[in-house]
């Protein structure tokens, strides 16, 4: 079973930054497109952003684009987001999967809450 262990959530005001990171240990994360989930409190759990196995190529959700970048280093097993200019709608829990996802287990993902 792929584990799954994310970090780098927390609280911050309108308009700050928060750096969350993704480890998935194995030789499983660089044979794989990655992407950062979300679930917002009564919502489904929806994609942020995506990136291939290469880190070549990155995609974004329309309400991101432009303030999260999504980024990996295959060699230390880890994918980041980089969230800038949050809004107090980023306000969700926070996971990290395969893109698309295939891993059952998601764990518990980081708290992320934007204060206005």
């Known amino acids: 079973q792929v584990q799954l262990v994310v970090s780098g959530g927390g609280l911050v005001q309108a308009g700050g930054s928060l750096r969350l990171s993704c480890v998935v240990p194995?030789?499983?994360?660089?044979?794989?497109?990655m992407g950062w989930y979300r679930q917002a409190p009564g919502k489904q759990r929806q994609l942020v952003a995506s990136?291939?196995?290469?880190?070549?190529?990155?995609n974004y959700a329309d309400s991101v684009k432009g303030r999260f970048t999504i980024s990996r280093d295959n060699a230390k097993n880890t994918m980041y987001l980089q969230m800038n200019s949050l809004k107090p709608e980023d306000t969700a829990v926070y996971f990290c999967?395969?893109?698309?996802?295939?891993?059952?287990?998601w764990g518990q993902g980081t708290q992320v809450t934007v204060s206005s």
């Open positions: 194995g030789s499983t994360f660089s044979i794989n497109a």
């Open positions: 990136i291939t196995r290469g880190g070549d190529r990155t």
């Open positions: 999967n395969s893109a698309p996802p295939k891993w059952g287990s």
